[in-house]
């Protein structure tokens, strides 16, 4: 079985064969490689052959993924965003508030 997925930036994959689970971090298309993040922490990376010839396939994040970065803050994973996006008072809504100057 190949890779017939192609590598997305921020997207969790499994190495079926090897039992590594990875995210991708950076596509460099000036010298064809895929940079990847194990869920240990440790950082690899695959030219498009490599990456095309082994056995990846999507997965979930995992559900411990920030395990490897122990210093961490928990607002620093998006989970405490208390950002609600408030619309702007209606009243007070003018055109020339939305045009860029």
Known sequence: MTTITDPVIGRWYKDVENDLTFKVVAI???DDTIEVQYINGDIGEYD????????FD???APEDWSAPYDDIETDDLGY??????????????DISDMLDD
């Open 28 to 30: 460099e298309e000036s």
């Open 48 to 55: 498009k052959d490599s990456w095309y010839n082994s056995t």
């Open 58 to 60: 999507y997965v979930e």
């Open 80 to 93: 405490s965003d208390n950002d609600t996006h408030l619309k702007p008072d209606q009243e007070n809504l």
